[in-house]
């Protein structure tokens, strides 16, 4: 039986023979989920598979963001580490987004999503997506 990601969170008891326990280790997939989950997140990471993107690259790629969670959205991934930012020293400052080796390392993940969304759209179009 696999445990759930709570299970494996908490499985380890707090303290033995009156002394703390470390903590249990953490979830892999609330650890995906917080870099991979945002709403805009695997879009971003999608179209920066292409290659390196400016910030107005990306606006025109993603009409639908605002540059406001574009802004936010491109500094978590930055910080998660999978997205890479490069600023040139020039009038105006030129900057560059791209995926950084961890970043490239969730591709397969991205393309697997991105898959299973064009079969749940056929499912749905078939008028399948309310019965089950």
């Not at 303290?15 to 979830?27: A, K, S, V």
């Not at 920066?48 to 574009?70: C, E, N, W, Y």
């Not at 991934?77 to 999978?82: N, R």
């Not at 030129?94 to 056929?122: C, F, M, N």
Request: proline content about 9%.
């Amino acid at each position: 039986m696999v445990a759930s990601p709570t299970q494996e969170r908490t499985s380890a008891s707090p303290t033995h023979g009156g002394e703390t326990c470390p903590p249990p280790e953490p979830c892999p997939l609330t650890a995906a989920l917080g870099v991979l989950g945002g709403r805009w997140n695997l879009i971003v990471l999608y179209w920066l598979a292409d290659g390196t993107q400016r910030f107005s690259d990306l606006q025109r790629l993603i009409p639908d963001v605002t540059h406001k969670m574009l802004t936010s959205t491109l500094r978590q991934l930055e910080s998660a580490g999978v997205v890479d930012r490069r600023i040139y020293p020039e009038v105006p400052p030129r900057v560059e987004y791209s995926l950084s080796e961890h970043g490239r390392s969730a591709q397969p993940v991205i393309e697997a999503v991105r898959l299973w969304g064009h079969k749940h759209l056929k499912h749905n179009a078939l008028g399948a997506g309310g019965s089950g």
